[in-house]
Structures are given as C-alpha cells and as structure tokens.
C-alpha cells in the first residue's frame, strides 16, 4: 500500500532534484555508494535479531530489504503516469533482436538510487516481461498499466549504483498521440519498423524512466536480417555478421531523454561525412539513412543543407552539442518529421521534394538538437522551450535563405486573440500553433527590445547552462533576469502567459 502524500512528497523532491545524467558523477558515488552498502548491511545484521514486525504479509520482500517503495510518476502536470521517482537512470543499454515475429528485448540500465528502495518502477507498455534482475539477481516483478514495479529482494541503498536487467519480448502496442490523430512509439511496417516517441512512446519498445527530467547514454544494438541495416542515435561503433544476421550497435555518449531515443530498421543506405565546424573540437559525422532506392535522389537534394544550417546555428546557438547528425527519411508520407536526438525522422518523399517548406523544417528538427534535445523540457507543460525555440530558428534560417523579415511576416499573419498562453496546457495543446508561433515571436520580442547582441548571449547561456539537462520556464525566466534586464522578465512573461499576445516590438 502507498498513501498519497507520501506519493506527492516523493514526486515534489523528484521534480526539484535536476537530473543527475553526468556519467561523471558516477565515479564520485560510486565509493560513497560502497560505504552506505557496508554501513546498513550491519545495521540489517543488528535488525535481524529483532524479531520481523510487518514483513508476514509482504512474502515477496526479504528481511533486508530496506527503504520505501519509489514513486510512479516525476509528478509531470500534463501527464502524471510518465517517469518514475527514486532513482536516476545513468545508462541504457538495450539489446533488441528483429528477425523473429515478435521483437525480444534485453535491457540493462544502470541507475543511482536517490533513496532507499524496497521497490522501483519502470515505464513499459505492452510487451511480455520474462525475467528481471537487480544486481543479478532474479527479482518478483508487478504490471499495471504503464507501470513496471520490481521488488527488492536485497538492500537498495540510497546513492548506490544498482544494475536492472529486464528481458522482454512481444508485438510493440504503439500507444494513441495525446496531440495529434496518430499512434507513437516503435512502429512495424510492411518495409520495416522505425520509432516516433514524443512524447510517451518509449514505453512501447523498453523499460525506462519515460520523462525528459531523466536523461541518460545510451547503448542501442540491434540485430536485423542480413540485408537490413538498423541505425540509431549517435554513432555506429559495430557492425557483425552473424548466423541470425547483421548486429548494429548505436552509442549516444551524451545524455538523451528517452523520447528522443530512436531505431529505423529496414532497406535502407547510410552515407557518411565529416564537417569540421569551427566551434567544437571535434568534427561532426554526418550521416543520412535513405531507402536504398531513393537515397541518391534524395542527397542531391539536401546536399550541403545541413552543413550550412550547421554553421549558420552555431554562430547563433554555440557548439552543435552531438558527435553526428543526420536524417533518416523512411518509406511512408508521415505528414510529420521527429527531432530523434542525432538523427532526425522524415518521410522519404517530403525529404524528396526540393521546397523551401522542407528546408525550414529541416532547420526545425536540426534547431531541436539544441533546444528540446540538449536542453530538453523540466515538465511537458514547458514544451515552448522546445518548439519555441526550434520555430525561431527555423524562421530565422529562412530568412538567411529569402532575405526576408519572416518575424514580421508571421506576426502578420496571426491577429493576437488566436495564439493563446504557452503554458499550463492540456496535453492535445502541446504542439498547437501558438506552442510553436507565439513561442517563437516571445524570443523574437526580447531579441527586438534587447538588441542582437543580448538576445544571443541570452541563447548561448541557456545551452551552456542547461545543455545535457532539462530546463523549466521560471529557468528561462531567471536567466532573462540575469542577462537582460528586470523590464525583459516582465516582457516574456506577458509573452508566455497573457490571455492575449502582446504585439511583437516593431510590427
Ligand atoms: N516535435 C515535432 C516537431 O515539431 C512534432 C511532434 C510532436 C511529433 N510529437 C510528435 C512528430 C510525434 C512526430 C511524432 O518537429
Ligand atoms: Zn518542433
């Protein structure tokens, strides 16, 4: 049994917590991990003599086992169902094998407890559970709904690194999009399979802490028929041929909300490029995943957009934040396109079709690579920080393009009473024009009354602040407050909250 306030306790310190996906802190819990382990197996020694109080009617749950149950959900105010409370995911690694009928799963999570857990659970959808383990050994688990629960047969200590093994297998049930007419999550076609997520799809294709507050690395390796390729985030470290086919393995070495986390399996070619941009390190591959049939077509058509979006944004923006990126444009009219963290999702035709529509989507999805996937939303009640953000660039890129004032056109072309609010919506709101426009127009109203070069600094220290994090709107609040002025706070929030949009400065 779980009382209620414990519950929304639990969720609060979750919500307040940032996010601990710095693999690097690992190394520091780790030793203080091992003292806390060897502290309460004593004190679990010196328990045991008493004799048990309340475990008869808890036979699952061995005499060690220690702490409170973690919470369902991270208290998200759109969507209550989504993450879980109590630990913080480090690292997915998930083994998915798609060449028999249904797909089978093995995923191992590293995660730190942030409490001490007599149980845990994990976000999943569908899918048959046929074992699961923490720290190896095997451990009684519980379904309902979204939620996976598994109990503690041995001490999870709070600040100790626990390792969660879940294997699964079945026919992924994509779950209804809260927004549009459409179904998330891993989707099988005739051609092949491919994942669009956002925002609860995950849970459709492995066991995870389905919310953007959790962000983590990721492992990804697929086996598909020999034939197939299968790609994902990141970069592709390995390549086998085997007796069941061919395995891929995918590596995001930088945290990625589990939204954002993707596959595409099918006939397809990938071609591969290098940029050298001039503010990172390290080059940026490229990478393109085309149907086979269409892939030359197709790249005659976008060659060089990328590199010189890339550019263009990183003068804008700072650093391109991920080691590759690139688009996947799979075999169907999608009517839509998916900023998947490194390699955005399109349908092959619209990639096709050489309109400067597409181009400024493609700036959209490229922009989400800072905004959305780098920084990536507190809540899901702060989606304007992601679309918002991706829309002014994109709007900005095609006035590089045209020459054109596109903020002043599109502030034309919306009269104030039909861009609502950006926040405090309901969940088919999130990806409403306003979401999209009036965030847009917010940023350009404060680029306009505070000048280019305030705003850009204001843009470049919200990615180095935030960047492999999660960011809430009183954030960005705070840091207008901090690099522009008291007068610009009280703009952009009658920007994100009246009941009508202000007029845009100079319009
Ligand atoms: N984030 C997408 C964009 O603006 C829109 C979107 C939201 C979406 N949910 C989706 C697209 C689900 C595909 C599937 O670019
Ligand atoms: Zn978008």
Redesign the pocket.
């Known amino acids: 049994m779980r009382l209620a306030p414990t519950l929304v306790a639990l969720a609060l310190v979750a919500t307040a917590c940032p996010s601990n996906s710095d693999p690097d802190a690992s190394a520091d819990t780790t030793a203080r991990a091992a003292e806390t382990t060897l502290l309460s197996d004593g004190a679990a020694t010196t328990e045991d003599t008493d004799p048990p109080q309340t475990t008869d009617d808890e036979p699952d749950e061995g005499l060690d086992v220690i702490g409170e149950p973690g919470a369902d959900t991270v208290g998200d105010p759109l969507f209550p169902q989504a993450g879980n409370g109590g630990y913080d995911v480090l690292h997915y690694r998930l083994e998915l094998d798609t060449t028999g009928p249904e797909l089978v799963g093995f995923a191992t999570i590293e995660a730190l407890a942030t409490q001490d857990l007599s149980s845990l659970n994990l976000d999943l959808v569908g899918m048959t559970v046929d074992e699961a383990r923490i720290d190896g050994q095997v451990v009684p688990t519980e379904r309902e709904g979204r939620e996976l629960t598994l109990l503690a047969v041995a001490p999870i200590v709070e600040s100790s690194i626990i390792t969660i093994e879940v294997d699964y297998h079945g026919e992924p049930q994509p779950v209804p ?1 809260p ?2 007419p ?1 179904i ?1 999550g891993w989707i099988e076609e005739p051609w092949g399979s491919y994942v ?4 609860l ?1 995950a849970a459709t294709w492995f066991p995870g802490n389905d919310h953007p507050l959790d962000k983590a690395t990721f492992e990804i390796i697929v086996t598909v028929e020999s034939g197939e390729i299968a790609a994902g985030p990141g970069l592709l470290v390995d390549q086998q041929d085997g007796p069941d086919g061919t395995t891929f393995t995918w590596l995001m070495d930088d945290p990625m909300a589990t939204y954002l986390a993707s596959v595409v399996v099918g006939d397809f070619t990938i071609t591969t490029s290098e940029v050298q941009s001039e503010g990172r390190e390290t080059p940026i591959v490229l990478r393109d995943v085309l149907p086979t049939s269409q892939s030359d077509q197709i790249l005659r058509v976008i060659e060089g957009r990328h590199e010189a979006m890339i550019a263009e944004f990183e003068k804008l923006f700072g650093p391109y934040p991920y080691d590759s990126y690139g688009v996947v444009g799979v075999p169907e009219s ?1 009517g ?4 998947n963290q490194t390699l955005s ?1 399109f349908g092959a035709d619209s990639l096709a079709s050489d309109s400067l529509f597409i181009e400024q ?1 493609q700036a ?2 490229l922009a ?1 690579q800072w905004f ?1 996937n780098h920084v990536s939303p507190a809540t899901w009640d702060d989606i304007w920080l ?2 918002g953000f ?1 829309s002014w660039a994109d709007l900005y890129w095609i006035g590089v393009v045209t020459g054109q004032d596109q903020f002043q056109r599109t502030a034309g072309t919306f009269d104030s009473n039909s861009l609502g609010p950006l926040t405090d919506l309901q969940p088919s709101e ?2 409403n024009t306003n979401v ?1 426009i009036r965030g847009a127009l917010t940023l350009e109203a404060l680029r306009r009354t505070e000048g280019d070069d305030a705003f850009f600094e204001l843009m470049r220290a919200w990615t180095t602040t935030y960047g492999g994090s999660s960011a809430s709107t009183d954030d960005f609040l705070a840091l207008v407050g901090e690099w522009m002025s008291a007068d610009a706070v009280s703009l952009a929030r009658s920007w994100i909250e009246d009941e009508q949009m202000p007029r845009l400065p100079g319009a």
């Open positions: 999009d927004a549009f459409t998330l669009a997520a956002e925002p799809g999608l839509y396109a998916l900023e999702l989507i959209h999805e989400h959305g992601n679309e991706a999130m990806f999209y």
